[in-house]
């Protein structure tokens, strides 16, 4: 009787301990660099000025948080390349983790192109001129470039099996997949960006869908059989140098926030996530649906504001004070209960891609649309899809501090760069 071969499982410990390190240097370096960033941004002049329609905060506010977050998550990578894989084989070329160098480049165009917004400001397609530059490094370093043969290779095989149908080309299943790389990763990029309307909203949604992408990356790294060591763990990385360096800045940027990231680091975020969801899309199709449920809630937020630009008849890109966490204010809550109620949201959303892991894809699939037509279909009756007329200053509790009351900043900036 031939013996079974059995694929190895990991322990949580196991493929989990030996990258912690990565958290440790992430947080760390950017929890010191930002309020050193603050400084900079003070002494430059680089802050955002409210207007008392989109810009709630009564005193100006010093942009540049978003550099020490990146100078974190770099740090949090850069100690990713001394510690040894999880899983280790005789005859392997190497014992420790190779990150493409592609994903961090393309970063950096990220933040770059971020920082020059944040000091000169651009035009929405010079932005995403930008991000498909970033994402054409990815696919041209092969990250992504066959994410979508896991869904359609199978359902290929089976038109063949049943109508004779030839089997889908290499060429097209790369091509489709780079369309999705594309749409997935600016998607991401723009998301996150609109979604940083308020002190510590997008920093800490962040932070949990983070906290959700190392879940389910560390339990596909146990149930994997360590057949892809090298992809689980750098799957696993990335997600605890975007965690950690998250959580270093969030502390400064919770209301009353003392420094705000900035587009700098609201599309660095993005970037992160969307490269994340498309390694998740490389294995099987529920991992990929866990990791866009997770993220649901920017996506939400953008869709709709899509939506009611469309109806309004005006232009996709332009600016407007009705996203999700405006019209929580115009209904009464506080900066701080408004960013609390998303942060319930993110971790429901966490909790929903955590549990989809555990289900067939066919379940999986399901779960996907029942939950996302739910919303739409309550979004539309709650009014969020149409323009509505809002006051320029949403109501305050007496108790409501402002975004920036004890910021500490001149009223007038020392030197503006942007002049």
């Not at 400001?121 to 990815?138: D, E, F, N, R, V």
């Not at 600016?186 to 962040?206: E, H, W, Y």
Request: glycine share 10%.
């Amino acid at each position: 009787m031939l013996a079974q071969i059995v694929s190895p499982t990991f322990s949580v410990d196991q493929v989990l301990s030996p990258y912690v390190y990565v958290f440790y240097a992430a947080f760390i370096i950017s929890f010191i660099f930002t309020p050193l960033m603050r400084q900079v941004a003070l002494y430059f002049g680089v802050i955002d000025q409210p207007d008392k329609k989109r810009k709630l905060h009564k005193t100006p506010i010093a942009y540049l948080g978003g550099v020490a977050v990146f100078l974190g998550w770099l740090a949090g990578m850069a100690i990713s390349q001394q510690l040894q894989l999880h899983r280790i084989e005789p005859g392997w070329p190497t014992d420790y983790l190779v990150v493409k160098f592609s994903i961090v480049l393309g970063a950096g165009v990220i933040v770059i192109l971020g920082l020059w917004d944040d000091i000169y400001g651009i035009s929405p397609g010079l932005k995403i001129a930008g991000q498909i530059l970033a994402t054409a490094l990815l696919l041209y370093d092969n990250v992504g470039t066959t994410c979508l043969a896991p869904i359609i290779q199978p359902i290929s095989e089976k038109l063949s099996f049943y109508f004779g149908l030839p089997l889908v080309s290499l060429s097209v299943i790369q091509f489709l997949s780079s369309m999705l790389v594309v749409g997935v990763v600016v998607g991401c990029c723009n998301a996150s960006n609109l979604m940083d309307g308020m002190d510590g909203l997008c920093g800490g949604v962040t932070g949990i869908i983070a906290a959700g992408f190392l879940f389910i990356a560390v339990n596909l790294a146990m149930v994997g059989g360590g057949l892809h060591t090298n992809a689980d763990a750098l799957r696993i990385v990335i997600a605890l140098a975007l965690l950690g360096a998250v959580l270093g800045f969030v502390p400064y940027n919770f209301n009353p926030a003392s420094i705000f990231m900035g587009d700098t680091g609201s599309m660095f975020l993005g970037y992160c996530c969307g490269t994340m969801i498309i390694q998740m899309a490389e294995e099987r199709p529920k991992w990929f649906l866990a990791a866009m449920v997770m993220f649901a809630l920017p996506v939400l937020d953008t869709s709709l504001a899509f939506a009611r630009r469309w109806v309004g008849k005006r232009p996709l890109f332009s600016a407007d004070s009705q996203h999700f966490h405006h019209q929580l204010q115009q209904r009464g809550f506080s900066v701080k209960q408004t960013v609390l109620i998303e942060y319930g949201l993110a971790f429901l959303f966490a909790l929903l891609g955590s549990s989809m892991v555990f289900l067939r894809t066919r379940y999986a699939g399901a779960v996907y649309m029942v939950v996302f037509g739910s919303i739409i279909v309550a979004a539309y009756k709650m009014g969020m899809v149409h323009e509505r007329k809002l006051a320029h200053e949403p109501k305050r509790r007496k108790n409501d501090a402002s975004a920036s009351a004890t910021s500490g900043l001149p009223s007038t900036p020392p030197h503006n760069l942007a002049e």
